[in-house]
């Protein structure tokens, strides 16, 4: 394994998250309420330049926080850009032509929220496709969802990057355990990524090991690389790592172990792999 921390000279983290609960009041049922993490925080702890924040179920759809992140950020020299939850109201061209002034590239669905039936899945997916679309933007749809659910939706994301050009963007390698390196869904999936129709995200890894540690998600890691020999793949920390369940209690991460690995993992599969997942498709995608 490399010994050299990966250089943040270009590097993008595509999936962190902010909070702070006195500033920014969590939505009174949240599930969870972690401490106070804020960008300054996140560039002391992520070794890379750039970061999409990811926001997360306690904001709701209060895009305030996540707007105050990017500048920041942006005041610190480094590139910002937003991953926003959207009432879909709130979704008229001002309003999204505003946020993309701002920073915002990508509107996220919770499915803690809504759950992940398909139905209802399918609806909101081509609604907020079409609301991109008439906005006049090139936003990506963001989401969490099992392999099963994505697999099932493959239709319906054919369909509306074939009509708007949609392109989504999948959250914690489709929440696969270290078990799925094998998992024959993973074939069509990985067909529209190389289609460009579908990003990759790797993030995740200690939540979704199973116990097993994060390079035992190895034969998934190459599986999903090799599909176009890292087109398509991004990096993400998940940064500040919230354990699910319990309060809002974050876990201590070794990131740049996780980087490590990952970097060793990409450049096994070939020359200028990790440029691309570590920076060339997040500098493309959230452009």
């Not at 390698?173 to 460009?196: E, K, T, Y």
Request: charged share 25%.
């Amino acid at each position: 394994m490399s010994s050299s921390t990966p250089s943040a000279s270009q590097g993008w983290d595509t999936h962190c998250h902010v909070f702070d609960p006195v500033k920014h009041p969590y939505i009174s049922d949240t599930p969870y309420a972690p401490p106070r993490r804020a960008a300054e925080h996140l560039m002391a702890a992520v070794p890379a330049s750039n970061f999409v924040i990811v926001m997360s179920v306690p904001e709701g759809t209060s895009t305030a926080h996540t707007l105050e992140a990017i500048e920041l950020l942006h005041s610190a020299g480094r590139k910002g850009r937003g991953t926003v939850v959207m009432d879909p109201i709130r979704m008229v061209p001002d309003e999204l032509q505003k946020l993309q002034h701002a920073g915002v590239r990508s509107v996220r669905i919770h499915t803690l929220r809504i759950g992940e039936d398909i139905d209802v899945l399918k609806t909101i997916f081509e609604d907020t496709a079409r609301r991109i679309d008439t906005a006049g933007l090139k936003w990506c749809i963001d989401a969490q969802l099992s392999l099963k659910t994505w697999s099932t939706l493959i239709p319906t994301m054919t369909k509306l990057h074939g009509e708007f050009g949609t392109v989504f963007v999948v959250d914690h390698m489709f929440c696969c355990s270290p078990d799925d390196a094998d998992n024959p869904l993973l074939d069509d999936l990985l067909d529209l990524v190389r289609r460009g129709i579908m990003y990759v995200k790797l993030s995740g890894l200690d939540r979704y090991s199973a116990g097993k540690g994060f390079e035992a998600f190895g034969p998934l890691v190459k599986r999903l690389v090799r599909a176009d020999r890292g087109g398509g793949i991004l990096f993400g920390s998940d940064w500040p790592h919230v354990v699910m369940g319990q309060g809002g209690q974050l876990s201590e991460v070794d990131t740049v172990a996780h980087l490590r690995f990952l970097q060793d993992t990409c450049e096994s599969v070939g020359e200028g792999v990790w440029q691309k997942v570590w920076n060339d498709n997040a500098e493309r995608l959230y452009a």
